[in-house]
Structures are given as C-alpha cells and as structure tokens.
C-alpha cells in the first residue's frame, strides 16, 4: 500500500462496540478495498460463513484473526454472543464466504439483531456479483429488481416468474451450476423468447463469461459446450416493456373519468375503442372501478 494512503486510511474513525460489513472478492483476490484490509487488521475478531475459507483468504492478505462461525443455521445464536463483545466495546467484522454478506448469503439476521441492540453497522463496500453482471449487461435500465435464488421446486418457481412477467426492471437472478439448465427452461416458458437475457458466470476468475443473447437463444448456447454450465451464475433478463403499463395506467385513468358520466358497459366499450385493449379486460375493470366506488 503507498505509505501516504496507508497513513490517511489509517487516521480514519473506527469506532469500537461496532459491527463491519466487509465486502470480499467474489473471485479475484485482488477485488478488495484498502479501507476492507485495514479494518480486518484492526478488528477483533471476524464472523464468518466458513472458517475455512476465511482463513485462507486472511492468509493470502497476510492476516490473523480468530474467526467465529456465523452461517445460516447458528446466526441466531452468534449473533447474541457477538453483541455481548460489542457491548463490551469490541469491534467485530462479518464477511461471506464472498462477496457482500447479507446479499443471498448469511448476515441479515445478525445485522438485525445487532441495530436491535442500539449498536452501530458500518458498511464497506466492495464486490457485489449483480452489480458487476449489471455493469458490463449493457441493458439500458434504470432500474432493476434483484430477486435473488429462485424457488426449488418447478411449481413455487413457475408461481414466482409469472408474478415478475410485467415488471419493466431489469430482472437480476443468482444461480447454482446443478440448475441453470432448469433455471432457463422455466425462464423460457415463462417469458417472450425475444426477451434479451445474459448469463454471466464465475464473474472476476479465470473463465469468466458474459454472454447475451435473445431468451430463446440461451438454451442451445448453453448445451452447445459443457464449461459453459459450470461455476457460479448471475442471470439478468430484460424487463418487460414500460409501455404496456403505461398503456394499462391510461386505459385505467380513461375508465375513471368515463365512468362519471356512462354506464360501465358504455364506458368499458369506448375505451376500448381509443385505447385498442381488449372490451372484456377493460369491462372487468370498469366493474372493479364501479365497485370501488359504490363503497366509499
């Protein structure tokens, strides 16, 4: 590190009795804040979701620190442990086993349980797998929605994707290699298959890849060669068009204003007659409306 910046970094305030959020890399060793480094050489001890890999990672960053296991099974227990530390003025850093913890990995219920104790949480930040797919998807978005894993089974998972078919944000999923080919199967059946999609996987490593494509498209790329079902997988599928829920806003706004001065039929019909929905769907609607109404 250059001396000058080690010195300021290490005149920064980093009070006690708190809790760091420390990002680490999700793949490239290199992927990690100088002000992650200093805290992690400060702290007294450090939460983590694998023991193991943790200290190998500290190793590689020539660091020691006793390390307590938080995972997803004892974050309960740890937690309330990891507090009394803290009470007692101790400062303590929480990592993943990469990544930034919290984000479809261990630490939200320690998170939770500490900002219940009254006690400070101190985000660094750093490597994230769906912002860095996002960075480099060249989906023109400003908005995303980040879902996360998908249900396991094909019944709660075809439930899930038909709720998220409207929605205009860019649609951020994580996946595991044992089921990426089922994963885009049920995006298929799910969504337009002129949907643009890209599949990135084991992002910031040796064979990283970034491939977009149409949806229809994704299925035979990825059996066209083995590697690409393998490593871990960040998947971000274009959301729908803005335009069908503007047009459904409009058509709802049109219903509101005619139905002050028409019947529900009358109304539902010349709405459909300007906005070019369907008479049935608007009718429903109109009736909905109507109903709302009458209540209040």
């Known amino acids: 590190m250059i001396p000058v910046l080690a010195e300021e970094i290490a005149q920064q305030n980093y ?13 490239n060793i290199a992927d990690i804040s100088l002000r992650a480094l200093h805290v992690l050489s400060i702290v007294d001890a450090v939460a983590c979701e694998d023991t193991r890999n943790t200290g190998l990672l500290l190793s590689r960053y020539g660091l020691s620190k006793p390390l307590v296991a938080a995972h997803e099974h004892n974050e309960r227990d740890v937690a309330q442990r990891l507090i009394t530390r803290m009470q007692a003025g101790a400062r303590i850093a929480l990592v993943s086993d990469a990544g ?33 797919a996002l960075s480099a998807s060249g989906l023109v978005n400003d908005q995303f929605l980040f879902f996360g894993f998908l249900p396991s089974t094909a019944s709660q998972r075809k439930q899930a994707l038909a709720a998220l078919r409207h929605q205009t ?41 970034i491939h977009r494509c149409p949806l229809s498209e994704a299925i035979p790329w990825m059996k066209a060669d083995p590697n690409r079902s393998r490593g871990e997988f960040v998947l971000l599928l274009e959301g729908a068009p803005a335009t069908s829920n503007s047009t ?10 005619l139905l002050a001065e028409l019947p529900v039929s ?12 369907k008479k049935n769907a608007l009718y429903q609607r109109a009736l909905e409306i109507s109903a709302k109404k009458n209540k209040t």
């Open 266 to 277: 009358q109304a539902a019909a010349l709405a459909a007659r300007i906005s070019g929905q």
């Open 169 to 209: 944000a860019t649609l951020v999923f994580l996946e595991s290699p044992h089921r990426i080919a089922e994963t885009l199967e049920a995006l298929a059946q799910a969504f337009e298959p002129n949907r643009q999609i890209v599949i990135a996987r084991e992002l910031t490593k040796l064979f990283e890849e």
């Open 15 to 27: 009070p006690s009795g708190a809790l760091y959020i420390v990002a680490t890399p999700i793949g």
């Open 248 to 257: 459904l806003a409009d058509a709802n706004h049109m219903l509101e204003i």
């Open 100 to 132: 930034t913890p919290g984000i479809s990995d261990p630490g939200g219920r320690i998170v939770d349980a500490v900002r219940t104790a009254g006690l400070r949480v101190i985000p660094l930040p750093g490597a994230a797998s769906p912002v860095a």
